[in-house]
Nanobody, 120 residues
């Protein structure tokens, strides 16, 4: 079993920055891809950014150039640096992890979510 715990959400003005963190515990050696999804009210949950154990990253088009995903040296933490935030980035952000695969399209584990609110 793997547990994912997020931190770092909050309220920020448009144009500001936030950094999300996620720490994995448990059977972390089986985790390959980690990353972030988000879900705004009335919308489906969408993949924001993912990173493989080897450091390969992918981003949603809507956040390219503004968000940066990274992984700690121990590979059990993942970060999302969010710059130039816009009101449409407002959502609950979920940390996600996938066993064995470098593709985060179908996560095996989810965090509890952290709220990010961007005011205009």
């Amino acid at each position: 079993q793997v547990q994912l715990v997020e931190s770092g959400g909050g309220l920020v003005q448009a144009g500001g920055s936030l950094r999300l963190s996620c720490a994995a515990s448990g059977s972390i050696f089986s985790i390959n891809a980690m990353g972030w999804y988000r879900q705004a009210p009335g919308n489906q949950r969408e993949l924001v950014a993912g990173i493989s154990r080897g450091g390969i990253t992918n981003y949603a088009d809507s956040v390219k150039g503004r968000f940066t995903i990274s992984r700690g040296n121990a590979k059990n933490t993942v970060y999302l640096q969010m710059n130039s935030l816009m009101p449409e980035d407002t959502a609950v952000y979920y940390c996600a992890g996938r066993l064995y695969s470098s593709n985060l399209s179908r996560p095996d584990y989810w965090g509890q979510g952290t709220q990010v609110t961007v005011s205009s």
